[in-house]
């Protein structure tokens, strides 16, 4: 089978989130399953700079008003058609925003741009290649089966996923013209939401399947507490919907083999963490002791409750624990963090940014993550926590609820606990399941068997890649 993938983003050629390492990994994982994916992505500079020796397949005169060309690459296991496109993409900034963090005002006909060109790719204009199946991801790829539906060519199978709601793609009505979409597909059954212009809406009206990145997420999203507007829309589409959560490369995820993590351990060898936590202290410039470190690994914003972090880290140091932080993010939330550090020196720790090779020694070093999302689609950075013997702490929603199960009196009477659960998302919540960690810290036997448990843990892309799969394969069957 095969299949084009449509992401604004892919892991390792640009990343901001979640949605990179599911568009980078996913494709890897269903070559077991017998699907052969070209991934359609941006050509930002980022990407231009890394891939080698791409073969020009396909010029656009007038993409949406711009000349354009797609390149075709591999690279690091992946097949690639990058839209080079340096009108709409060859800018300073991330993928989104520009240098001072503000959206490209033309973000609406960067990322149209990149729809209509799938589609086009989709009805076979690449020579020699065309998808059975067109598979797109969040609102940046979602007008790909707009324009599928509405432009007079072949129709395939198509699935959305949705790595987060609360990113819809909406703008203003005065911008359908450029979208060059025919006027009846400004409608309710369309890209029309609420008199402005949907592009996630549209895809939701009319990709054939909807996947979300967990299965506690897909009931979320029909609620209005998180569905975010569009629970009336996803209602209507429910039979269509599919929970599947997300898997991580356990390659690159691996205490055993990772080149960042000092000394490589396993289930059986967990002694061996001892010399990457004393790398973090040191890091941190954190006290040498025994005491549990609690770590955060963030963008730091309320959604991923780093309002609550910043409350209680006196509290946490008040019942014997050590906090690092990690991560960057609202400027009050940074200055918060920083000054309960300043408060408390050799305790809690924090450094301001992105840095991939810490992130990992963190993983494998720190005694536990504590993750007190308010809403989280899935969440990859539990997965990682599992992998690595590093106890999740979790918010009770979406993949946090699917992925980590809680350090109940049955599951660890049954030895199954790979973590702790908190509800509701305040400070009280948090601050109970931080005490139950030290609780559990303080019982060696049983901090280990947490530990080895997490570890055993499947988190690899395997099962997900193989319902991805499934659900691949009943959409090309049925001839939709």
């Not at 990994?25 to 700079?49: D, H, N, R, S």
């Not at 409608?187 to 299965?215: M, N």
Request: hydrophobic share 40%.
């Amino acid at each position: 089978m095969k299949v084009l993938s449509v992401s604004s983003e892919v892991f390792p050629l640009i990343k901001t989130g979640g949605l990179a390492d599911v568009s980078g990994a996913l494709p890897i994982a269903l070559k077991a399953f017998g699907v052969e994916t070209k991934t359609l992505l941006p050509g930002y500079p980022a990407v231009m700079k890394v891939i080698r020796d791409p073969v020009v397949r396909l010029e656009f005169a007038d993409l949406l008003g711009e000349k354009a060309t797609v390149l075709e690459v591999r690279h690091e296991g992946l097949d690639l058609l990058v839209l080079h496109a340096p009108a709409y993409y060859d800018r300073p900034g991330g993928p989104y925003l520009d240098p001072l963090g503000k959206d490209y005002p033309d973000n609406w006909r960067r990322f149209a741009a990149l729809s209509l060109a799938a589609s086009e790719i989709a009805a076979g204009l690449l020579p020699g290649w065309r998808p059975d199946l067109v598979h797109t991801h969040d609102w940046q790829a979602a007008l790909t089966s707009v324009y599928m539906r509405y432009y007079p060519t072949p129709e395939l199978p198509s699935v959305l996923t949705i790595h987060n709601i609360a990113f819809q793609g909406q703008f203003g009505s005065e911008i359908f013209a450029g979208l060059r979409l025919p006027d009846h597909a400004f409608a309710i059954d369309g890209v029309e939401y609420y008199g402005t212009t949907g592009f996630l809406k549209g895809g939701l009206q009319t990709a054939h399947a909807i996947t979300t990145v967990s299965p506690t997420y897909a009931d979320e999203i029909l609620t209005p507490e998180f569905g975010m507007g569009l629970e009336g829309v996803i209602a209507t589409r429910i039979d269509d919907l599919h929970g599947i959560v997300n898997g991580i490369d356990t390659d690159i995820w691996n205490p055993a083999t990772d080149p960042v993590v000092h000394t490589h351990y396993g289930p059986t060898t967990l002694k061996n963490r001892d010399e990457n936590r004393r790398s973090i202290a040191e890091f941190f410039h954190l006290d040498n002791d025994d005491a549990p470190i609690f770590c955060v690994i963030s963008r730091l914003t309320w959604q991923k409750g780093m309002d609550i972090v910043a409350n209680v880290a006196d509290e946490i140091v008040g019942m014997g624990g050590k906090l690092v932080v990690l991560g960057s993010g609202e400027a009050a939330l940074e200055g918060a963090l920083l000054a309960s550090a300043s408060r408390h020196p050799g305790r809690i720790g924090v450094s301001i940014g992105y840095n991939e090779p810490m992130s990992h020694l963190m993983q494998a070093g720190c005694d536990a993550i504590i993750i007190p999302s308010r809403f989280e689609p899935c969440g990859l950075t539990q997965l990682y926590a599992l992998r690595y013997g590093c106890v999740p702490i979790v918010a009770r929603t979406g993949g946090l609820n699917d992925t980590v199960i809680d350090a109940n009196h049955a599951a660890l009477a049954a030895k199954v606990a790979t973590g702790i659960q908190f509800s509701p998302v305040t400070e009280t919540g948090m601050l109970q399941a931080i005490r139950r960690a030290m609780h559990f810290y303080a019982d060696r036997k049983l901090w280990t068997q947490l530990q080895k448990q997490g570890m055993k843990s499947d988190v690899s892309w395997e099962k997900s890649a193989e319902r991805y799969a499934a659900l691949y394969s009943s959409l090309v069957s049925k001839g939709m």
